[in-house]
């Protein structure tokens, strides 16, 4: 035993069984000094057959820190395949950790859940679950399940930390925190501080994701306009370039599957189960997404029969041949719509979202009476420029109308459910 602490050194033998208690303390340390063949050691074989799926997550963690997603998803997979029901809180915890850190923030909340579920006044599955929620942009959620960590722990600086991150995340584009919560942060921020918390901790990161999507929006926006203001070649032209983002965008997802070592199928796979467990447990989270759905199908008309008419009113009526299959575009991009939400959702959802209320009936008929009409008038070729005016403004007024009611009713389904939480 002497030679054997001799060659360990002053992190002893890597795989010594009396060393496992202290052995994540000196993997931490072994990864902050870029030592990983070594932190790999302390993680070997016996190591992880002996404690199991906290083995697998220890070894999954370093092998995150060393940018091997792949294998340290397959590392995640197998803990969580060892992990019981009676699994202590602190392994899904930490799982959670390395999902989040390969950003599969739908999985870790799916394990986030399973944490909160086995100690439910713990503080650190609450601190993770807020961490999950603001990365999935559910900042209501984030900050409901951050005050409970630091009601439940309010001397600890991670859960202060969580709560100023999950306030801060909840800024206005202009970067401001809404007033009602202006105090609240700076209290979580002080007391994060006086804790030992680091500052840079403090500020919720901005999302890559909403960045990119902010970018490809505004592209696609120039290429609309350029549709809308454009002769017949500004048409082809604004047409390739979003045929050319479409396949670069498919081109970033498959690389990205290929990096984390997850295809974008199972991975959507794995967020429709998430999506639709918590369905079935929140009857006001279901109200909110129907409100969603709602407020994205009259978009397609818009931006389809929308363009036709609209150019039609100031006296550039399309070519037959462009209006056509851009008007089959918006018939196909609201029956994909709906389609999808049945996919995604479920049966009992769509029939519920669009069969069931008035609101959802609505959002099947009228797209389809303003698709026919406008596709009518350009077959015809002799509508007068008054009848070109009321379909834009119809197309416009309806997009206005559902966002106006689906903002209302999201809201009321949000603050029942926010006093609920």
């Known amino acids: 035993m002497e030679g054997d602490e001799g060659d360990g050194g002053v992190f002893g033998t890597p795989d010594a069984?009396?060393?496992?208690?202290?052995?994540?303390?000196?993997v931490h340390a072994l990864v902050g000094q870029g030592r990983f063949a070594e932190a790999?050691?302390?993680?070997?074989?016996?190591?992880?057959?002996?404690?199991?799926?906290a083995g697998y997550l220890l070894r999954a963690w370093v092998l995150a820190q060393e940018k091997r997603g792949p294998e340290a998803r397959e590392a995640v997979d197998w803990a969580l395949a060892l992990a019981g029901p009676a699994e202590a809180a602190d392994v899904f915890v930490l799982a959670g950790v390395v999902?989040?850190?390969?950003?599969?923030?739908?999985?870790?909340?799916?394990?986030?859940?399973?944490?909160?579920?086995?100690?439910?006044d713990g503080w650190e599955p609450a601190v993770l679950l807020s961490d999950v929620y603001r990365r999935l942009g559910r900042v209501p959620d984030a900050v409901a399940a951050a005050?409970?960590?630091?009601?439940?722990?309010?001397?600890?600086?991670?859960?202060?930390?969580?709560?100023?991150?999950s306030l801060s995340s909840g800024r206005s584009i202009l970067g401001r925190i809404p007033r009602r919560l202006r105090a609240e942060h700076r209290a979580a921020v002080e007391r994060s501080l006086m804790l030992g918390a680091d500052p840079g901790q403090l500020q919720a990161p901005r999302?890559?994701?909403?960045?990119?999507?902010?970018?490809?929006?505004?592209?696609?926006?120039?290429?609309?306009?350029?549709?809308?203001?454009?002769?017949d070649w500004q048409f082809i032209a604004a047409g390739v370039v979003l045929l050319v983002t479409a396949v670069l965008l498919a081109v970033v997802v498959r690389v990205h599957s290929r990096r984390t070592g997850t295809g974008a199928r199972a991975r959507l796979r794995g967020i429709r189960a998430t999506v639709r467990t918590e369905l079935a447990a929140d009857d006001r989270l279901w109200q909110i997404r129907a409100a969603h759905v709602g407020a994205a199908i009259p978009v397609a008309p818009l931006l389809t029969t929308g363009l036709i008419a609209d150019r039609a009113w100031r006296r550039e009526l399309w070519p037959?041949?462009?209006?056509?299959?851009?008007?089959?575009?918006?018939?196909?991009?609201?029956?994909?719509?709906?389609?999808?939400?049945?996919?995604?959702?479920?049966?009992?959802?769509?029939?519920r979202a669009f069969l069931f209320s008035w609101f959802g009936r609505l959002q099947i008929v009228v797209p389809a009476l303003l698709l026919g009409a406008t596709l009518a008038a350009a077959v015809?070729?002799?509508?007068?420029?008054?009848?070109?005016?009321?379909?834009?403004?119809?197309?416009?007024?309806?997009?206005?109308?559902?966002?106006?009611?689906?903002?209302?009713?999201?809201?009321?389904?949000?603050?029942?459910r926010s006093r609920s939480l």
């Open 207 to 231: 999302a890559g994701v909403l960045t990119g999507g902010v970018a490809v929006a505004l592209l696609w926006g120039i290429q609309l306009y350029r549709i809308e203001t454009g002769d």
């Open 147 to 165: 005050r409970r960590a630091v009601g439940l722990a309010p001397q600890e600086a991670e859960a202060q930390v969580a709560l100023a991150r």
């Open 40 to 53: 790999h050691a302390v993680v070997g074989d016996a190591f992880v057959e002996r404690n199991g799926s």
């Open 99 to 120: 999902l989040l850190s390969l950003d599969e923030a739908h999985d870790a909340l799916i394990v986030a859940l399973r944490a909160t579920g086995a100690d439910p």
């Open 380 to 416: 015809a070729g002799s509508a007068s420029r008054g009848t070109w005016r009321d379909l834009t403004l119809a197309h416009a007024g309806w997009l206005a109308a559902t966002w106006l009611a689906a903002a209302a009713f999201s809201a009321r389904a949000r603050a029942v």
């Open 320 to 351: 037959l041949w462009a209006a056509v299959p851009v008007t089959a575009a918006g018939v196909a991009g609201v029956a994909l719509a709906v389609v999808g939400v049945h996919w995604w959702y479920g049966a009992e959802f769509a029939r």
């Open 17 to 26: 069984p009396d060393d496992d208690s202290t052995s994540g303390e000196r």
